[in-house]
């Protein structure tokens, strides 16, 4: 399993590297990191696939941020990450169509390029028979965040590289678990996380 999740943390970061090397300065073009976390089963920046409700629209992106992320440290790019994976993962299945609305919460702490990629497309038409369950007692799912053991590249002026351990919650009883990687770059306005991506 380790083995497993260090080669794809490998793959991730070195692309990014690799591009970022290609790209030189950020000029503030189109997002080249690697693939985002699929919020709701779809790849976000991409059409919906055929089949999809065409009636639902994607979650606006938020232009402040909830009381949970308060206090975020712009200038501590680990201040950012946690904050940032905690609204991403925050569910509040009796408000939320799917997590990709909390995910679109998240875009005051992303950079441009990546909060429209998230906002620019919706998803299929069910976010699946999990949430729906959770959806019917109205489950919230609150998130638990653990610096992750593997290693990632050294900081450098203009980027940093974390990777969390985060455990979904149901009244305290844990739901689920997943490893996430993230990117995040200094602008003129402190760290940005410009990718979210499941390891």
Avoid: H
Wanted: proline share 10%; charged share 20%; aromatic share 6%.
């Amino acid at each position: 399993m380790r083995t497993t999740r260090t080669t794809a943390l490998t793959g991730l970061l070195v692309a990014a590297a690799v591009l970022t090397a290609c790209g030189g300065q950020d000029t503030g073009s189109a997002n080249t990191d690697a693939p985002s976390i699929p919020a709701q089963q779809w790849t976000p920046g991409t059409p919906p696939p055929s089949g999809s409700d065409p009636t639902r629209t994607p979650p606006p992106a938020a232009t402040s941020l909830p009381d949970i992320a308060a206090g975020v440290d712009r200038q501590d790019p680990d201040s950012v990450a946690t904050a940032a994976l905690t609204v991403w993962f925050t569910w509040n299945t009796a408000v939320d169509a799917g997590p990709n609305d909390a995910a679109a919460r998240t875009a005051p702490l992303l950079t441009a390029e990546y909060a429209r990629e998230i906002t620019s497309t919706t998803a299929q038409s069910s976010p699946g028979a999990q949430w729906l369950g959770w959806a019917a007692s109205g489950a919230v799912l609150t998130p638990d965040l653990a610096a992750d053991d593997e290693p990632v590249p050294p900081q450098t002026d203009s980027t940093a590289y974390r990777s969390y351990r985060v455990t979904q919650r149901i009244d305290g009883a844990p739901v689920g678990e997943r490893v996430v990687a993230t990117i995040l770059r200094r602008r003129s306005g402190g760290w940005e996380v410009s990718r979210i991506q499941d390891k």
